[in-house]
């Protein structure tokens, strides 16, 4: 049986048409986190002149993996790597752009140093690193919605929630990172492009 994300299927169409702002031809992107891989599949099929390399920590693989077997596209690179952000070496070359999306709400803080620090290990100067998901701005909340998210999260994890984008911007910029871009998008999300300096 093929896995499948409501919240992936609805927002899927709005992240597409940020990512071709950003992901030129020739572009080779590395997902953290695929999930189900319905992401990579409708990117994939969606940016053909672009490679689209899917990974997922190893206990996750099997959600994305009969998809993107039967997807059968070739720009996109298969098997899913296996990629645990907290491990230093990734088992990929570097790429032009990273992707992510509705992860760093689930990850301890340690978990998004580590990712923030890998992405600048694997991104070309001048490359792009997208991250899509809910994030606090100055401290506050964005919406009510968000607060009562973020609430659940922790509750169910102490180490999970909503990151804000201050916290975001020192980090990156400890690792050769820099903020270029936010784009509001539906459900009090957004993306927001960081860029590696040269």
């Known amino acids: 049986m093929i896995s499948h994300s409501?919240?992936?299927?609805?927002?899927?169409?709005?992240?597409?048409?940020?990512?071709?702002?950003?992901?030129?031809?020739?572009?080779?992107?590395?997902?953290?986190?695929?999930?189900?891989?319905?992401?990579?599949?409708?990117?994939?099929?969606?940016?053909?002149?672009v490679t689209w390399i899917p990974s997922d920590r190893s206990e996750s693989l099997p959600l994305s993996e009969g998809r993107l077997k039967q997807a059968q596209l070739p720009n996109l690179v298969l098997p899913v790597r296996p990629i645990d952000v907290s491990v230093l070496q990734w088992p990929v070359g570097v790429v032009t752009a990273v992707y992510t999306a509705n992860t760093l709400h689930i990850m301890s803080w340690d978990e998004v140093e580590s990712l923030f620090f890998g992405v600048a290990r694997v991104?070309?100067?001048?490359?792009?690193?997208?991250?899509?998901?809910?994030?606090n701005e100055g401290g506050v909340y964005t919406s009510a919605s968000n607060e009562a998210f973020d609430q659940s999260l922790r509750a169910r994890k102490p180490s999970m929630g909503i990151r804000d984008i201050d916290d975001l911007k020192a980090l990156a910029h400890s690792c050769g990172l820099a903020l270029q871009a936010k784009h509001n998008m539906p459900a009090n999300n957004q993306i927001l492009v960081w860029t590696r300096s040269s």
Do not use: D, M
Request: charged residues 15%; neutral net charge; contains cysteine.
């Open 123 to 135: 991104l070309l100067p001048g490359g792009y690193f997208l991250t899509y998901g809910p994030f």
């Open 6 to 49: 409501e919240a992936a299927e609805r927002n899927k169409r709005p992240i597409l048409s940020v990512l071709c702002q950003y992901l030129p031809a020739g572009a080779q992107v590395l997902e953290i986190g695929c999930g189900t891989g319905q992401h990579a599949e409708y990117f994939a099929r969606n940016l053909p002149q």
